[in-house]
């Protein structure tokens, strides 16, 4: 994926050494760095309506998305949110309704976890689009460059809920007719999961373009490979809307879930597969073949 | 002007009470809150190809101009820059080059000040599209709403060059002929001159949008009014190119010098005017007529 390329020649070319940075730019879902006493982790990412939302998705969703997206990336650190800024370009022709729509539903979510929503630049342009721009603090952080031999491969909740659902709505379906709309339009970070995870995992990530980049990632920054066993995996969820073979490539190459994976010597949650020695991503299929798990993913976000 | 009513209802809606949270949504240029025992000052900007970039701009001036932007708000409250991190949209028709170039303008200035660019999301748009997000740490900040009757009221530099510039640009001029390139392509973000200004001023702001905005938002969080002198403005730099009243219109409505303006009991800078008893902002002309200053500026960002 370019997105990726680009993101090499910005770490290349932005990268600093400072003592008061732990974690640097494309280093991780997230920056981390000292301020006081403090371990502060930051992350931005950005939204836009023709590529990031879904026809048919609310103001408050879209809301919801912009502060959510960010909220994930903090929870596959373990960190614990608390401040929040955003830049929102409105096209000319929306009227204050949506804005305020877009405000609440931002607002609900920011509630919810104690973050203070406290700066946002509004302007105008072609798209509608939102950048945010999330702070929360961590005791104990979790990277994707930890994870050790022998450790289970666990996820917090199952996959491919939102890219089933968005096929759906490509082919046709109103949205009270999809399988899982809030999957699609207002998935939960799972911000709790985060800290309570960060407490024993060795590597953590949100999984926010698919499993197979997660766990490629893990697997080339922490320099071991990873099984994951065909067996354990669970797609009764899928199997009512489409058959099995889809249903698996759903679990493995899909985005926007919003869950984490993780790997720990303890799983709280739904364990796939181990680390193991060597490099790259496989999965054991149930008569025991070997298929490499490439670093693809639907790139609907 | 728009932005300030969506300000408005943004600042209504998702104002917080919270113990750590010192300057909140919509109050200033920058919020301030509390992580340890520093007080953190956090701004987030966005500039957009068609309204923020004038033609004939070059990549590394782009990089450099995001974070300026972002940098000046932070110089607006006295704080130091640490941090920073951007979301940028590229145009699928975006070249490599042009990506690399936009990226060592912010490095340049990024490295001039020490600060940290820690983080970084990448994605495609119909727009080339930068939002930024700096963070710094002040010991003691300053707001727009502190300005004491009997202050002096002082400008960091000469106003109007940009605007000067920029309509030099419009009316068919390149960019090697106008009159201050330097303060249109590549201003510098009073970084040095608002960590001094901090240790005496009472209110400061930068001047983003235009003096006269700067100056209504002074007087009005502050509950005061403001005397501007004519005899006190120097408009020397801008005689070359308009006539009189035409400097002076730049002088008080132009913005994108990214100068700052403080009112102190003592002046750093070029003295310009007067904190009084009263409200509003007033122009007092050479032969002691008062003019009212509108909230109103060019809105070229």
Redesign the interface.
């Known amino acids: 994926m370019r997105?990726f390329y680009?993101?090499e020649?910005?770490k290349k070319?932005?990268k600093?050494e400072?003592e008061?940075?732990i974690v640097?730019?494309?280093e991780d879902d997230?920056?981390v760095?000292r301020?006081?006493?403090?371990n502060?982790v930051?992350?931005?990412?950005?939204l836009?309506e023709?590529?990031d939302f879904p026809s048919g998705i609310k103001p408050e969703e879209i809301g919801h998305l912009a502060l959510a997206v960010n909220l994930s990336d903090l929870a596959g650190c373990g960190a614990k949110p608390?401040?929040f800024?955003?830049?929102i370009?409105?096209t000319r022709d929306t009227d204050?309704e949506k804005?305020?729509g877009i405000?609440?539903g931002?607002?609900d979510l920011?509630d919810r976890y104690d973050v203070?929503?406290?700066?946002?630049?509004?302007?105008?342009?072609?798209?509608l689009?939102i950048?945010g721009?999330a702070?929360g603090?961590a005791e104990r952080f979790v990277t994707q460059s930890g994870a050790k031999v022998g450790d289970y491969v666990c996820v917090t909740g199952l996959l491919g809920k939102a890219q089933l659902s968005l096929e759906q709505l490509f082919s046709g379906y109103d949205r009270d007719e999809i399988a899982y709309p809030e999957s699609l339009f207002k998935p939960e970070p799972r911000i709790k999961e985060g800290i309570e995870i960060a407490k024993h995992a060795n590597a953590m990530t949100d999984i926010s373009d698919s499993l197979a980049i997660s766990l490629n990632l893990i697997a080339e920054k922490s320099n071991v490979g990873i099984e994951i066993y065909e067996n354990s995996i669970t797609l009764d969820h899928l199997l009512g809307y489409v058959d099995y073979e889809k249903a698996l490539e759903l679990f493995l190459y899909a985005g926007g879930d919003y869950e984490l994976v993780y790997t720990s010597k303890q799983c709280q949650h739904v364990k796939i597969g181990k680390v193991v020695e060597g490099s790259g991503v496989w999965l054991i299929r149930k008569d025991g073949r070997r298929e490499k798990i490439e670093f693809k993913g639907f790139s609907h976000r």
């Open positions: 997105e680009l993101i020649i910005a070319m932005l600093v400072r008061n940075v640097g730019i494309g997230c920056a760095v301020i006081g006493n403090k502060v930051m992350t931005a990412d950005c836009h023709k590529t608390s401040f800024l955003y830049t370009t409105l204050e804005f305020r405000l609440r931002m607002r920011a203070a929503v406290i700066g946002g630049d509004t302007d105008f342009g072609d798209e689009h950048s721009f702070i603090e």
